[in-house]
């Protein structure tokens, strides 16, 4: 699904433009609508459910993580980094269909444009309202089977990771790193009163 991700992804913090030149005729450049961002943002959480990325046990023993000849790239791109050797890893493929989505929403750039479009329009989807909602879905549930949170738990330590991450990239704007911070702090309170 990594190219539908890709597409949905980028109705948040979004512009919708042409390469219009003065008297064209083309119409200006509009931000992506609040509605719109935020069904695409309830979107892609949805990919995040790990009972959907939860592989059957009866499925793991056919597939295989090692190569069995002289590396080739092609065969190289499609294969991702593992925790279980040899063997085929159910936990780092949920992880690595998580940050297909984790890892492009807490993009830079994506969560300046955010900010930006938030304080110039009243309804937008905001920075805050983002995190909490990716923070909220990476969030273990009550009474949720073992496999399954051990999965939620990944994404959440990778999550606070690329968030972390950011917060040292020169092109985050202030305010938006302050809100990280924020939101990472607060975050981290809940965690310690569970």
Same mark, same amino acid.
């Given at each position: 699904?990594?190219?539908?991700?890709?597409?949905?992804?980028?109705?948040?913090?979004?512009?919708?433009?042409?390469?219009?030149?003065?008297?064209?005729?083309?119409?200006?450049?509009?931000?992506?609508?609040?509605?719109?961002? &935020?069904?695409? #943002?309830? !979107? %892609? @959480?949805?990919?995040?459910?790990? *009972?959907?990325? $939860?592989? &059957?046990?009866? #499925?793991? !023993? %056919? @597939?295989?993580?090692?190569?069995? *000849?002289?590396? $080739?790239?092609?065969?190289?791109?499609?294969?991702?980094?593992?925790?279980?050797?040899? *063997?085929?890893?159910?936990?780092?493929?949920?992880?690595?269909?998580?940050?297909?989505?984790?890892?492009?929403?807490?993009?830079?750039?994506?969560?300046?444009?955010?900010?930006?479009?938030?304080?110039?329009?009243?309804?937008?989807?905001?920075?805050?309202?983002?995190?909490?909602?990716?923070?909220?879905?990476?969030?273990?549930?009550?009474?949720?089977?073992?496999?399954?949170?051990?999965?939620?738990?990944?994404?959440?330590?990778?999550?606070?990771?690329?968030?972390?991450?950011?917060?040292?990239?020169?092109?985050?704007?202030?305010?938006?790193?302050?809100?990280?911070?924020?939101?990472?702090?607060?975050?981290?309170?809940?965690?310690?009163?569970?």
């Amino acid at each position: 699904h990594r190219y539908q991700v890709d597409a949905a992804v980028k109705q948040i913090g979004g512009v919708d433009y042409s390469y219009a030149v003065n008297g064209d005729g083309q119409k200006a450049a509009a931000v992506i609508p609040a509605a719109a961002q &935020r069904r695409a #943002l309830k !979107a %892609l @959480l949805e990919t995040l459910d790990p *009972a959907s990325l $939860d592989i &059957r046990d009866d #499925l793991i !023993a %056919l @597939l295989s993580q090692t190569q069995s *000849a002289t590396p $080739d790239r092609q065969f190289d791109s499609e294969i991702f980094q593992t925790q279980g050797a040899g *063997a085929f890893d159910a936990t780092g493929a949920a992880v690595v269909a998580s940050d297909l989505v984790l890892r492009q929403l807490v993009d830079p750039g994506r969560l300046n444009r955010v900010q930006e479009q938030s304080r110039r329009m009243t309804g937008q989807l905001s920075v805050s309202e983002l995190l909490r909602a990716m923070l909220d879905r990476v969030s273990v549930q009550r009474g949720e089977a073992p496999r399954l949170a051990e999965i939620r738990r990944l994404q959440r330590y990778r999550l606070i990771g690329d968030l972390a991450d950011i917060l040292s990239d020169k092109s985050l704007s202030p305010a938006v790193a302050a809100i990280v911070e924020g939101q990472l702090t607060e975050y981290g309170k809940a965690l310690a009163v569970k």
